[in-house]
């Protein structure tokens, strides 16, 4: 290894270090970093926890290689440029610190995650001998989650309403306001700049870490700064701010492709600019604001295009207060237990899980839906309930954790905190309690498209089946399913479970679990939920008895023309929805 490097005296030798974040506007931590710098040295750390451990999916990846990309570009044009390391953070950022004579580091808090926090603090450890400064900035959320967190006193808030008033009260007392993007920014010191010169800090390309999708052609959702501040601009300028002002997400439809052009959907599909940082969310709110001060309609949080900002600061504020457990059902002081099936330990619910990830559940609808995400890393969130709800309460009684850990392999706006917090929403294990609200996995889709150009797209092997039978082929005759050139059970499967008597069964177990909950904590005073202020009853008392315990559920309709699905389950919406994807 290279001996340290000594910084001249008086220099101000600063390692910026990009985790998400990767914008130079309103960049707090890229002002903080350039404030009295002698050189600014902008990195980035492939971490193999990422990159290489397999919990990512390749169109994510890709989008990450493009934004690098369009980061550096930007970086290029203030006199910088983005070095990119490869390890652990914990090792590399304190080689480089010491080789390249660093004085300060900066970063961004990025979140919430478990792992995030635990690298976080291990860099610092790692760090400590070396004598370097570190300062943390705020800018991937829009206020800072520890003073949030203050207005609950250390609780976590569980109802929008609640957070909207703690979030009114923190924005009154620190208003909203943009950092300027600098127009120079200092150059990355001499040995930085030696060690980029040895080929070893290049930014890599899709074909580096994604290369199964190296000649995939254009992405639809293309990385980077620069095609998020694009799509925005494009989002607000419709119909001179209009729709911007009109939007309310229940609203708009799960099955629209293109509505707006190439790579557009019936919403602004910002999801994973926010994600990465590639677009602040600060920068959002206040030219979401200017834009639509003059439109004739105003929508409203929660279903408004600030809602959606908002939704996504709640999840945060959330999982901020509840920890590393806001991940899962056991121990999470927010969540109630509830005896799903886990697949670890049930052959059965382990082929079904695997049935539901690869879209084969014989419900063209639910299928569709999967295919998308697996194909295009994003679905709309209403295609995200449905599923969602099918996995969990609706039919399969899987535990909610398997659904999330698949969203965020395979998403490409995969957030830590939005994901779980959206999995305890639509499996009813917090937030949200009516569980006897359920989607169908039939009517659902067919009220969005009932030609069922949405499943044939995604789903061609029933291309040519007839709009009748479309989101029902197992009712199909035997002939119509020859002319279409599809058997169900041969070329495309029959339903794994008959949902109207799975989904009456899962209310069942949910209601006697809800019941559990509530006996456990009739000696505290009340029930958890509306404000975050109970404690979890993990395991043995608030446990779900036996009866509750999940079981396989119902098994699929006997033959292609049971009329099962006849009586269909509300297809509901809940009135307050979830993050902007």
């Not at 439809?253 to 926010?274: K, W």
């Not at 879209?359 to 998308?372: F, K």
């Not at 969203?407 to 490409?412: A, C, G, K, P, V």
Request: charged share 25%; net charge neutral; aromatic share 10%.
């Amino acid at each position: 290894m290279a001996g340290s490097t000594k910084t001249a005296r008086g220099a101000m030798v600063v390692l910026l270090w990009y985790r998400k974040g990767l914008r130079v506007h309103d960049s707090p931590a890229l002002a903080a970093a350039c404030e009295g710098a002698t050189a600014v040295c902008p990195v980035f750390c492939l971490d193999p926890w990422f990159v290489s451990s397999g919990k990512v999916g390749p169109i994510r990846l890709r989008f990450l290689a493009e934004a690098l990309a369009d980061l550096d570009a930007s970086l290029r044009a203030r006199g910088s440029r983005l070095l990119v390391l490869h390890g652990k953070p914990e090792e590399e950022l304190p080689r480089v610190a010491r080789e390249w004579g660093a004085t300060h580091i900066v970063w961004e808090k990025d979140g919430v995650e478990p792992y995030g926090l635990k690298r976080d603090a291990a860099v610092r450890e790692a760090c400590a001998p070396l004598g370097v400064t570190i300062t943390e900035t705020n800018g991937h959320t829009i206020c800072d989650l520890d003073e949030l967190l203050k207005q609950s006193k250390g609780s976590p808030v569980t109802t929008y309403s609640t957070f909207r008033t703690h979030f009114d009260h923190v924005v009154a007392r620190s208003p909203i306001v943009l950092t300027p993007t600098p127009e120079r920014i200092p150059a990355p010191s001499d040995a930085a700049l030696a060690e980029e010169a040895r080929g070893r800090l290049s930014v890599p390309s899709v074909a580096d870490i994604a290369p199964s999708l190296a000649d995939a052609g254009p992405s639809l959702f293309p990385g980077g700064e620069g095609e998020a501040l694009r799509r925005l601009d494009a989002h607000l300028a419709r119909d001179g701010g209009a729709w911007a002002g009109a939007f309310e997400k229940p609203k708009t439809s799960p099955t629209e492709i293109d509505p707006f052009g190439a790579g557009t959907r019936s919403t602004t599909v910002l999801s994973a600019y926010l994600k990465f940082g590639c677009l602040s969310p600060r920068t959002f709110w206040v030219r979401l604001r200017d834009a639509t001060k003059g439109a004739r309609t105003r929508s409203a949080p929660p279903v408004s295009l600030d809602g959606q900002l908002l939704w996504r600061e709640f999840y945060y504020a959330c999982a901020h207060a509840v920890g590393p457990a806001f991940g899962q059902m056991e121990d999470n002081p927010i969540c109630r237990q509830i005896g799903w099936r886990v697949p670890a330990d049930d052959p059965a619910a382990a082929e079904a899980l695997a049935a539901w990830r690869d879209g084969r559940t014989g419900y063209p609808w639910i299928d569709a839906c999967m295919r998308q995400l697996k194909s295009e890393g994003w679905m709309h969130h209403l295609a995200r309930h449905a599923v969602a709800c099918f996995l969990t309460r609706g039919d399969l009684y899987v535990r909610w954790e398997e659904g999330a850990a698949v969203f965020d392999e395979l998403l490409i706006d995969a957030d830590w905190a939005v994901n779980n917090g959206n999995w305890m929403w639509l499996s009813c294990s917090c937030f949200f309690y009516q569980y006897f609200r359920c989607y169908s996995p039939v009517a659902f889709g067919r009220k969005y498209d009932p030609d069922g150009a949405y499943v044939r797209k995604y789903v061609p092997e029933l291309a040519r089946f007839p709009k009748k039978y479309i989101y029902e082929p197992w009712r199909a005759p035997i002939a119509d399913q020859n002319k279409a050139g599809c058997r169900v059970g041969v070329d495309y499967p029959k339903p794994i479970v008959q949902h109207d008597v799975a989904s009456k069964e899962n209310m069942g177990k949910l209601a006697e679990a809800y019941k559990a909950h509530k006996e456990s904590h009739a000696d505290s005073g009340g029930e958890h939920g509306s404000e975050g202020k109970g404690k979890g009853t993990g395991k043995g008392k608030g446990a779900p008895s036996k009866a509750a315990r999940g079981k396989a559920p119902a098994a699929p309709p006997p033959d292609a023309k049971s009329r099962a699905s006849k009586k269909r389950t509300r297809h509901s919406e809940s009135d307050d929805d979830d993050d902007e994807d």
